[in-house]
Every structure is written in C-alpha cells, then in structure tokens.
C-alpha cells in the first residue's frame, strides 16, 4: 500500500518526480477548508509535503496525529516547526546544497545591479532619456570589500564569486569559522563600517531577527551597499526605508521582504534599490535539483526510517 502524504500548496517541478506514482498524494490547498478536511482526515496521513516559503504551522501538525515526517522544499527552516516535531519524534527533511550556486549568482546580479545600476540604466534607456542625454557614472564592484553576514553554505560561495572580482571578503557569524580563508568581524556594526557592499545570507528565525539595524546601517554609510537574499526579517525594514530615504547608505537590492509578496510603496518609489520577487533559487535546473531532493527524502525515510537531508536539530 502506498503511504498517504499531505501537500501544502502546488510546487511546480514535484510533478515531474515520481512523487505521485510512488505515494498516495492529497493536495491540501485544492480543499476549500482545509481546517475541516483536517479534522475528518488528519490522522491518515504519515507524510507532509511543504515549502520553506508555507512550512507547517503548529494547528496542521496538530491535526495530524500520526505524522512520521516532513519533506519541505527549500533550504529555510524558519516556518518549520522544528521544535513541536522533535517532540514527536517527526523526521523533518529540507534542500540544502543543490540552491547554493544560484541563491550566490543572485546575490551577486545584485551586488551588481545595484552598484551598476543596469536595471534603472535599462528603464532609461526604454523610457528614450538616452536620445536627451547620458546615463550617470555608477560605482564599481571589482577590488571593492564585500561583507559577509552569514558565512555558512551560501556564504562561502558568495565569497568565491567574490574572489573572481578580486574583492576582500570579511564576515560576521555568531562564531568565526577557522576552517575559512577570510577575515571575522566581531560584530556585525564593525563588519558593515568595513565593508563597501553588505550581503546578507544568513538564515532568518527569531535569532537573527532585525540583525541590520538602523546602527548597522549608519554603520555601512553613505558609500555602502545593502544585499539581502536571505529572509526579510533579517532586515529592519522601516530602519532600511529611513536609512534609503536619509541617504545614509547608498542603495539596496533585495530578493526579501519582511511581509512577502507585499513589498512597501516606500521602496517601490526609489530609484536607488533593486527589487526581486524572492526569486534567488528559481532556476529549472536548481528548483529541479530541489523538487528531486524532497521526492528523495521521502523515499530514505520510509525505507530506511532516515532521510537524506534532514534539518540538523530534528534528525
Ligand atoms: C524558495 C527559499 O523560495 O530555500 C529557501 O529557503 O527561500 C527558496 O529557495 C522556497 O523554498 C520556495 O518556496
């Protein structure tokens, strides 16, 4: 008999897996109360299929008494229920890894984007303003300092795109890291007053709630550059619209927001900030890699009671 597994919400590249042919699916967001279908059905299920984008909220789990594991797309755990599963004995499963190239390359496109400024160039060149005059000087990327907040997975590939546009690469982690070639900041304020272009790749939960302060900010002054493709909660947003606003930091560019998909009318206004629909990982071949990586999760821990990549804390 096939395992029942519950999915949250459509995640496109998980039809092409053989998610469906191997289990016994029910596609929870086609039900038009999913509290209901809960109640009646919850405790038929032994697997839940999410996203690190919807993750389980703590009512879900609930109504689901017999859940043995979670398989989220996506390699962010902060709307996973890490802690409510462990107590259960729940396997929680995620994809790291296979999205560190691409979540890199934006945060990169980025950091040339918005020192470049090749997205506004391209908005005045289709508004016909070249026919009236020159594009103004940018800033430029190569040789310049490059902090990092957050030098895990992602990090320490953004650090070697980096090292490509032969910039200097600091960091900030609650830890230094004596594994890596590159300098610690001790604080994230001395990091920012270091750096030139401040990425933030760190993961997003309660711990690094509000790290870019409107402190940090002033601390990355008029010259410096924010990149954020991490979570939005890392950001301070209002003190990141004052901060734009002021002139006290040069400009943003920024895949994340604190309240996705509503990104704030302030920023939409600004020429000086880059804005991305959360898009870091959307590749076919990395969305692919992850929808595969879930399916294969899946597939360990129901024949061998372990999963392939299981979020540290919960395995
Ligand atoms: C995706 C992400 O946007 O992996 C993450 O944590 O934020 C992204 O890769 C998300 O998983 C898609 O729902």
């Not at 096939?2 to 699916?25: F, G, M, S």
């Not at 953004?158 to 600091?170: I, K, L, Q, Y």
Request: proline share 6%; hydrophobic share 40%; charged share 20%.
């Amino acid at each position: 008999m096939k395992h029942k597994l519950l999915q949250h919400a459509e995640i496109p590249p998980l039809r092409d897996t053989e998610l469906h042919t191997r289990y016994d699916v029910h596609p929870l967001w086609k039900e038009s109360d999913p509290q209901a279908f809960l109640v009646e059905h919850g405790p038929a299920f032994s697997g839940y299929v999410t996203s690190a984008r919807f993750g389980v909220d703590e009512a879900t789990l609930a109504a689901l008494p017999n859940l043995k594991v979670i398989s989220s797309f996506g390699v962010g755990t902060d709307t996973l229920p890490l802690e409510a599963a462990s107590a259960r004995g729940i396997a929680v499963g995620y994809t790291p890894d296979v999205l560190n190239d691409c979540v890199a390359d934006t945060a990169f496109g980025l950091v040339m984007d918005v020192a470049r400024r090749f997205s506004a160039a391209d908005r005045f060149v289709r508004r016909g303003d070249w026919l009236k005059g020159q594009y103004p000087l940018a800033t430029r990327v190569s040789g310049k300092r490059l902090g990092i907040l957050g030098l895990g997975r992602i990090g320490q590939v953004v650090a070697r795109r980096a090292s490509g546009f032969d910039m200097e690469v600091r960091y900030h982690n609650r830890r230094p890291n004596p594994s890596v070639p590159y300098a610690y900041e001790a604080t994230l304020e001395s990091l920012a007053r270091w750096a030139d272009f401040l990425v933030v790749v760190s993961a997003g939960g309660p711990e690094t709630r509000n790290l870019v302060s409107s402190d940090v900010l002033r601390a990355l002054g008029p010259k410096g550059y924010l990149v954020n493709v991490s979570r939005g909660s890392v950001v301070d947003e209002g003190a990141l619209i004052q901060a734009l606003q002021d002139g006290a930091i040069a400009g943003a560019g920024l895949d994340v927001y604190a309240d996705e998909p509503r990104v704030p009318d302030k920023l939409l206004g600004m020429e000086q900030v880059v804005l991305l629909p959360h898009l870091a990982s959307a590749t076919h071949e990395t969305r692919q890699a992850m929808a595969d990586l879930v399916l294969e999760n899946l597939d360990s821990y129901f024949s061998t009671g372990k999963l392939r990549t299981g979020v540290p804390a919960s395995t």
